[in-house]
């Protein structure tokens, strides 16, 4: 016999029995949240211990439940992690290469620059201090610009002997009494100060001018830019003064002459450092020692 066509199959019982239960299971959330709304109202007490006891219940199931919902998240981020892991280990492998190509040229550089220094037998650090003594005049209105210090050859001060202050040179001994000394300043005509620029190393001369500062002129190159701002110290050449002694700061941007001014301002100062020539003159050999 043919099934009604009109028979559908949510006339079924189990259709019937899933749908009872679910009108009971929320008949039932409504009537427990009334409940609790109406406790919640009047009796907040009531409500609190009830609210603590279900957190009780809860917690382990909420706690469990957490730690799965963190693994499975985790599961990518511990994937991406791995694969930017691979990227930066492949990137800091690159860079400890290049880093020790480094490492090895400057270990080479370091050689060829100790071999070199003693081959050419540089001598490297500060001169060695003699006398720290008091600037007692310095003319600042003459074109000769001098200054008398107040130490001389019962100091162990000798001619030729560099002279410093607390910013920089202030020039060399040029005369020596018992106890006291005329030095040459750098802005006199006659001071010739060999000097390198910091930035490049570019060698230089700081020549006094008379007026209180200096003239930076270059050495051995033509039309040697200068600009305003650059910093030169002494290089050692000549062996009277140390190298990295402060001298002038150019004041000007010009070509192969440039307008300085020098650090160290002996009117202003109230005292000096003598030092020893930075590589010392040997003295002459007796008579006696001579071939005739």
């Known amino acids: 016999m043919a099934s009604s066509r009109n028979r559908r199959p949510g006339f079924s019982r189990r259709a019937q029995y899933g749908l009872f239960i679910g009108y009971v299971i929320a008949l039932s959330g409504a009537v427990v949240g009334a409940v609790l709304l109406a ?29 799965v919902v963190g693994g499975v998240v985790a599961v990518p981020m511990g994937i991406g992690d791995y694969i930017a892991v691979g990227g930066e280990n492949k990137r800091l492998r690159k860079q400890l290469a290049d880093a020790n190509a480094l490492l090895m040229r400057a270990r080479s550089l370091s050689y060829d620059n100790r071999r070199l220094k003693r081959l050419l037998q540089i001598r490297e650090g500060s001169a060695d201090p003699v006398a720290v003594a008091r600037l007692v005049n310095s003319s600042a209105s003459s074109t000769r610009r ?14 030729g002997q560099p002279v410093s202050g607390p910013d920089g040179l202030i020039g060399r001994v040029m005369e020596t009494g ?33 007026d209180g500062s200096v003239e ?15 910093v030169f110290v002494t290089s050692g050449t000549g062996g009277i003064f ?11 941007t010009a070509r192969d002459v440039a307008l300085a001014r020098t650090y160290a301002q002996p009117e202003t100062l109230d005292y000096a450092l003598v030092q020893k020539a930075f ?9 006696a020692d001579r071939i005739p």
């Open 39 to 67: 406790i919640s109202i009047f009796n907040p007490p009531a409500f609190s211990a009830f609210r603590s006891g279900m957190a009780e219940v809860t917690a382990p199931v909420s706690g469990v439940l957490g730690s």
């Open 146 to 159: 001098y200054a008398t210090l107040n130490a001389g050859s019962r100091q162990n001060v000798q001619v």
């Open 178 to 210: 018992p106890d006291t000394a005329r030095i040459l300043l750098l802005a006199d005509p006659e001071s010739i100060v060999p000097v390198r620029r910091t930035r490049d190393g570019l060698p230089a001369i700081a020549a006094g001018r008379g």
């Open 216 to 230: 930076i002129r270059s050495v051995g190159l033509v039309n040697a830019p200068f600009r305003a701002g650059d």
């Open 242 to 252: 140390a190298p990295g002694i402060p001298v002038a700061k150019a004041v000007s």
């Open 279 to 287: 590589i010392d003159v040997p003295a002459p050999a007796p008579a």
